[in-house]
């Protein structure tokens, strides 16, 4: 049987976070890295999860490489389709949510799509179409300072509202908390009343699974990684895949030498760099010293050479809000960003090919693309959940590597030494 699946997620950490949560529904999920080239051999798998690094290119590129990857798993035989972006729906009023879910709704031939980038187990709810992160709407917290995708509206309503042409709705709470049917009947309304997208409230992981029921059906589902995880026990009810177990998530194991690399400047990535810092070595990646022709990278390369035997160390280019600002300002918000990857991705590519590295735990989405590109990675085999919305997973590349691959939102302070210890 083809895969029932075929998600487009437009990051790596991203692609990875949705896979987990498809694995721990019992579903087992690949995922590629970029658009496959034709005659890419179908996995053996219930799901497919195409990372991109789509989520702040021009939007009309992000259209071209999502609709690409749309038709590759349409042509492997998945019957449903996924779109996932960022649980704070990371995004600018030109897109790129809402210029790709068009796109990808015109090429299923469907009219009407939800939004739902709720997680609660991970601190994101929506209530009455509003946004929160843990007790605080979006527009109030450090999300407002994030360097590429600055999010100071709270109303989902409103921000894909200024994304698409197509008219948006909302499924409030009252009706996700009366069941499946009650969404149901509130999509049918929206429908009719030419709503092409409804933004859907969630304010716990139980709402989740009615979400799931209540949408199985449709072509395409767009949210965060959180409604995926309704949607494996619907389609079992219709049908659709076999009974969920433990094997999903069977990766090998992964010896070698390790190393964390981090780039993320969210507020959990920094608090995670000071809790490795109490006990732990560490390196900072300075972009300015980058900018000025400086080898930091070798410099970066060789702390990491003079203790690995020793342990892992920790490189990173996280910093504060005002720190990043002033260094954007001088070199400008996409040179301050790209200038930082191409190091990580040097530095994560020289320690796997010449020092032994075959565990690396990546901080942040923009930087885990660069990494991954940067190994030549073509996919990735999803194991059992580090942290909720981050696995273990594995190389499908011979000699593998074990990577974890975090979202700069997502874990708990001690996450890298958890990581190192948990992962394949």
């Known amino acids: 049987m083809p895969p029932i699946l075929g998600c487009v997620a437009d990051d790596f950490t991203g692609a990875t976070d949705l896979a987990n949560n498809l694995v721990r529904g019992g579903l087992r999920t690949v995922q590629l890295i970029g658009v496959p080239k034709p005659g890419t051999a179908v996995p053996d798998v219930d799901a497919v999860v195409v990372a991109l690094k789509s989520r702040t290119t ?33 995004s600018t ?94 999509i049918a309304a929206l429908q009719a009343e ?67 690399l981090a780039g993320s400047c969210s507020a959990a990535t920094l608090g995670q760099i000071a809790e490795w810092q109490k006990s732990r070595p560490s390196y900072n990646i300075d972009p300015l010293r980058l900018a000025n022709g400086e080898d930091v990278a070798a410099e970066a390369m060789e702390f990491i050479r003079e203790r690995i035997a020793d342990g892992p160390a920790l490189v990173y280019a996280s910093a504060p809000p005002e720190t990043v600002k002033a260094v954007q300002a001088k070199l400008g918000r996409a040179e301050a960003g790209e200038i930082v990857e191409r190091a990580m991705a040097r530095i994560a590519q020289e320690l796997v090919a010449k020092d032994g590295v075959r565990r690396l735990v990546v901080a942040g989405g923009e930087t885990s693309g660069a990494v991954v590109s940067a190994l030549g990675v073509s996919g990735l085999r999803i194991g059992a959940q580090i942290d909720p919305g981050v696995p273990g997973t594995v190389t499908l590349e011979d000699p593998a590597i074990a990577l974890a691959l975090k979202s700069g939102n997502f874990g708990g302070p001690d996450f890298f030494a958890k990581a190192l210890a948990q992962m394949p």
């Open 58 to 90: 021009p939007a009309a590129a992000a259209v071209a490489e999502s609709v690409a990857a749309l038709a590759w798993l349409q042509a492997a035989g998945c019957r449903r389709f996924f779109f996932k972006y960022c649980s704070t729906f990371d």
């Open 194 to 260: 030419g709503c092409g997208y409804a933004v859907v409230d969630a304010v716990s992981d139980d709402q989740l699974h009615v979400i799931g029921e209540a949408v199985a059906d449709l072509a395409l589902v767009t949210g965060g990684s959180g409604v995926a995880i309704g949607l494996p026990d619907a389609w079992r009810r219709r049908g659709l895949v076999g009974a969920s177990g433990e094997a999903a998530a069977a990766v090998p194991a992964i010896a070698g030498r390790a190393a964390v």
């Open 93 to 186: 009023d030109d897109g790129n949510i809402g210029p790709v879910a068009d796109a990808m709704m015109a090429r299923l031939g469907t009219d009407f799509t939800i939004a739902c980038p709720a997680f609660p187990e991970t601190g994101r709810t929506i209530f009455k179409g509003h946004l929160f992160v843990g007790d605080q709407l979006l527009s109030d917290s450090s999300m407002r300072h994030h360097p590429l995708t600055p999010m100071t509206d709270s109303n989902l309503v409103a921000v894909l509202g200024r994304q698409t042409a197509r008219k948006v709705g909302l499924v409030q709470y009252r009706e996700v908390a009366a069941g499946a049917e009650a969404v149901r009947g509130r």
